[in-house]
């Protein structure tokens, strides 16, 4: 696999930051103008990318109401997934004018296809990439179908087994796309953080050779932000205007000033992995004087003895090395030394022929 992949323009690398990924799923509630002021949101608050799904209720589900197809336990219990997919799809004419938006305003749209419809309609658009979500990683025809665009594409693996993130890995090879992300993720609405299990982020990277990032349905940013440090190269989280006003995802989604925490936090913990080139940051350099070194704590005559009572190690470090303190004690001084003066080479008599205390 490639080490480094662009969607529309933007290089997704280990050496870049995380591209960030706004999702805005049912967020809406139905409304476009919220939609318009979530993509206004996510642009403001500094992500790279802003995120929608592609589907309707009858092409994800059918309206029934039988076993399997109503909900159990969870945010959403008691709900058919007829039902709540019809809430939380959004419209496709909503998509022209929704990608024109973000494009218009300078953010990178595109979305997750749920079936071979969704990705023609996706086409239509010119959608820089396509994201699988996690309960469609099993839809090898779909990974296939949308791997064949020629697009990259972002495969999200809650749920997946080893086998069914080989297979989505091959299909994504097979059907010829030009780049893979696979994005951990733990598919519980919302995550707890000792469940994200970020170490899995190593494991997928080593075994498939892909970029590897987070999808993140965890509470606040502490989660994302490790596992920037541990090299994601893309986060997802899912955004909403106000998670008071409710919406079928609200409840885990982050509002426009967490996300712009997010993004400034996962940015300065992939900054913080890079190594800094030289012996030490240039933000160090101006207190090295600032370390301890040995001066002279008593008035000194030529001829004198050094002791512990006339020399010390103390700040600042403009004198000999501390660690030369055991070899200066019990020699004589070659000079009237006052007190605050700096102990050189030159002022120790046994040492007058040496070069900055290098001994």
């Known amino acids: 696999m490639t080490t480094t992949i662009s969607i529309a323009g933007r290089s997704i690398c280990d050496s870049e930051p995380p591209f960030v990924i706004a999702e805005i799923s049912g967020n809406h509630n139905g409304e476009i103008e919220r939609a318009f002021r979530l993509i206004d949101a996510a642009k403001q608050a500094g992500a790279d990318a802003v995120k929608f799904q592609t589907y309707t209720a009858d092409t994800i589900t059918i309206d029934h109401h039988g076993p399997g197809f109503v909900i159990e336990g969870g945010l959403w219990d008691g709900r058919s997934l007829h039902d709540l997919y019809r809430e939380a799809h959004t419209p496709w004419d909503w998509h022209p004018a929704l990608f024109e938006h973000a494009r218009q ?12 419809t969704a990705v023609d309609l996706l ?26 665009t020629g697009k990259p594409l972002i495969v ?27 994005l951990h993720c733990v598919s519980g609405y919302p995550t707890q953080a000792e469940e994200a299990n970020l170490p899995r982020m190593a494991r997928l990277r080593a075994s498939h050779g892909a970029l590897v990032g987070l999808s993140d349905h965890t509470l606040g940013n502490a989660v994302a932000v490790a596992a920037a440090a541990l090299g994601a190269v893309a986060i997802e989280k899912h955004v909403t205007l106000d998670r008071a006003d409710g919406g079928p995802d609200a409840a885990f989604s982050l509002e426009p000033d967490e996300l712009a925490a997010l993004v400034r936090d996962v940015r300065a913990a992939h900054a913080a992995m890079h190594p800094v080139p030289g012996e030490s940051p240039a933000s160090e350099k101006p207190n090295t004087v600032l370390r301890r070194s040995l001066y002279v704590v008593a008035d000194i005559s030529a001829g004198d003895v050094f002791t512990k009572d006339n020399v010390r190690s103390i700040r600042p470090g403009y004198g000999l090395a501390p660690k030369l303190l055991r070899r200066v004690l019990g020699e004589r001084a070659t000079a009237d030394l006052k007190r605050g003066t700096p102990l050189a080479s030159h002022h120790v008599s046994a040492f007058s022929d040496t070069k900055n205390g290098v001994l």
């Open 156 to 182: 999200s693996t809650g749920m997946a087994s080893d086998g069914d993130v080989s297979d989505a890995v091959e299909a994504v090879g097979r059907a010829g796309a030009p780049g893979l992300i696979l």
């Open 105 to 116: 305003i300078g953010i990178i749209p595109f979305s997750s296809p749920f079936d071979p």
């Open 123 to 148: 086409e239509s658009l010119n959608a820089p990439a396509y994201k699988i979500a996690s309960f469609e990683i099993v839809d090898i025809p779909l990974i296939e179908y949308a791997a064949a």
